[in-house]
């Protein structure tokens, strides 16, 4: 390749999440587990997709136990909550040591929200107790960002591959896909690299070199991580798998999504 060649662009992140977040209730008075993901960065800086399990555990008339697990750079973390609904109790353990207790008087007369911020590893977190239909929710975060719902297993989405050289402009712009695995691409650039290569509006780019891309920063960065002049595979879901999302129209260059401009 010629030394004129300009370097790329770098990506741009500037889209918020479009999923739905994961919500525990105390409503649910059988108990549940559920799953969620959020994206955080590593130890290297690297944005990496975290699985969280969601588990309610009801403890008689009066308390709750709300308990996260998920695994991140090989360390295994657990949370739990322990809310007293009548009593206003408030506990919080990570990884079975009891960190914060809080128990004030106008949680047992009213129904208040709280707000809890705690170390866990490396990372802040933050569990939001907030009222909720005569019951109460409880959301966790993660160094800023809410733990979404997760999307369904995508071992069965039929799916082609695309190879798209990077060579130019990328020129697409994606979005969190709420109903699904992958990243929704709603937006080409006038010149784009992807469209040419056989990616269309409403496609959901399942992976990048086989990796799984289950938000849009890990979309960004994997693809980020790809040389000038080099090749790499997307996986495309299509068909039955776009849920309606083919045929989405196409946006202005000021949309809302992540911006592949390289």
């Known amino acids: 390749m010629s030394a004129a060649t300009p370097p790329p662009q770098q990506l741009a992140l500037n889209l918020a999440p479009t999923r ?3 919500v525990a209730t105390s409503n649910d008075l059988e108990g549940s587990n559920t799953a969620g993901i959020v994206t955080v960065r590593d130890s290297m800086g690297t944005p990496r997709s975290v699985r969280v399990v969601q588990k309610e555990e009801p403890e008689g008339v009066n308390m709750i136990k709300i ?3 998920y695994i991140l750079e090989d360390k295994t973390y657990t949370i739990e909550l322990r809310h007293g609904r009548l009593s206003g109790i408030r506990k919080i353990y990570v990884n079975k040591e009891l960190i914060l207790r809080d128990k004030r008087i106008v949680y047992a007369l009213s129904a208040r929200a709280s707000m809890h911020d705690f170390d866990v590893g490396p990372k802040r977190a933050r569990i939001v107790v907030e009222p909720a239909s005569g019951a109460y929710s409880y959301q966790l975060f993660i160094d800023g960002r809410i ?3 997760a999307p369904p297993a995508a071992t069965e989405i039929k799916s082609k591959i695309v ?4 060579d130019r402009r990328i020129g697409m712009t994606l979005q969190n896909n709420a109903n699904g695995p992958g990243v929704v691409v709603v937006h ?8 040419d290569a056989g990616v269309a509006i409403g496609d959901i780019l399942l992976s990048v070199n086989g990796e799984p891309t289950n938000t849009h920063e890990v979309a960004v960065h994997k693809i980020d991580l790809v040389k000038e002049g080099e090749a790499f595979l997307l996986a495309v879901a299509f068909e039955s ?3 309606g999302a083919r045929g989405a129209r196409e946006t202005d260059d000021n949309a809302v999504g992540d911006d592949l401009s390289t």
């Open 67 to 69: 308990s996260w697990f």
């Open 147 to 149: 733990v979404e719902s």
């Open 20 to 22: 739905k977040p994961l």
């Open 188 to 195: 080409f650039q006038p010149e784009s690299a992807a469209r």
């Open 163 to 166: 190879r798209v050289v990077k």
């Open 241 to 243: 798998a776009l849920h």
